[in-house]
């Protein structure tokens, strides 16, 4: 059993920064990629970035390239996500998700365990 918590959302001004952290339990974080998503109001989950078990491959999706960073700490068992140049149409609930292999993708089904989210809010 793998059990996801993340902290660090809240509300930001458009422009700031600000960054995530995913906490892991269980023994299989760091055989496995993980990846953020997030759930904008009203609409559908979406993929945010992805890294690979050892944290050598990463891929973003085109809205938050050059601004968000993804990185991971696999002694800590912790995932992070660093937020750079906000925009309001970042606001959402985002989540952490452990895939069941060590590559990573940008599709959800491919992952197993998801935390409860939390919220990011970007006012202008």
């Known amino acids: 059993q793998v059990r996801l918590v993340e902290s660090g959302g809240g509300v930001v001004q458009a422009g700031g920064s600000t960054r995530l952290s995913c906490a892991a339990s269980?023994?299989?974080?760091?055989?496995?990629?993980m990846a953020w998503f997030r759930q904008p109001p009203g609409k559908e989950c979406e993929f945010v970035a992805t890294?690979?078990?050892?944290?050598?491959?990463?891929y973003y999706a085109d809205s938050v390239k050059g601004r968000f960073t993804i990185s991971r700490d696999n002694a800590k068992n912790t995932l992070y996500l660093e937020m750079n140049s906000l925009k309001s149409e970042d606001t959402a609930v985002y989540y952490c998700?452990?895939?069941?292999?060590?590559?990573?993708?940008?599709?959800?089904?491919?992952?197993?365990?998801w935390g409860q989210g939390t919220q990011v809010t970007v006012s202008s």
């Open positions: 998700a452990k895939d069941g292999g060590p590559l990573g993708n940008r599709y959800d089904y491919e992952y197993d365990y």
């Open positions: 269980g023994r299989t974080f760091s055989n496995v990629a």
């Open positions: 890294i690979s078990w050892s944290g050598s491959t990463t």
